[in-house]
């Protein structure tokens, strides 16, 4: 019959090391505030950018200038009429880029009309354009606060 053997680690207390001595021997201890700083900065800086981007949009928005075309009307072979409404932020002075196309809708036809400030929120308005060729069409192209 066999002999009971020895436990070979009797003193396995002694012997394993636990992570927690590893970590801290070789410089990887937690450190809960770091940790936290850590987090509360990213936490800040994530807020700024969202308050940021926020901000820009309310604030490029403040100076938008709707428009809706109406109609147009090709009256002779050199001359477009527009109607369209704009809806400019109340006071403010604008002007709008009406444009005449041909059939391949390329420009036969430039205008910039300026308006002044008003406190009526939208306003019709029928623009002329002269044009260097035949029209099929004319549009708004864009408006903005000047």
Do not use: H
Not at 97 to 125: H, K, N
């Amino acid at each position: 019959m066999l002999a009971p053997a020895a436990e070979p680690y009797a003193d396995t207390e002694d012997r394993v090391t636990t992570k927690e001595e590893l970590a801290e021997r070789y410089g990887r201890a937690q450190r809960p505030i770091r940790r936290r700083l850590f987090w509360i900065a990213v936490t800040g800086v994530a807020a700024l950018s969202v308050a940021a981007l926020a901000w820009l949009t309310v604030s490029n928005s403040f100076d938008d200038v709707g428009f809706d075309e109406t109609g147009f009307e090709l009256v002779d072979a050199r001359t477009v009429t527009v109607s369209f409404q704009a809806t400019p932020p109340a006071g403010a002075a604008f002007a709008c880029a009406v444009q005449a196309l041909d059939e391949d809708f390329g420009i036969v036809g430039w205008r910039v009309v300026e308006y002044p400030g008003s406190e009526e929120t939208t306003r019709a308005f029928v623009e002329t354009i002269p044009t260097v060729a035949q029209a099929t069409t004319g549009t708004v192209k864009v408006c903005w606060v000047t």
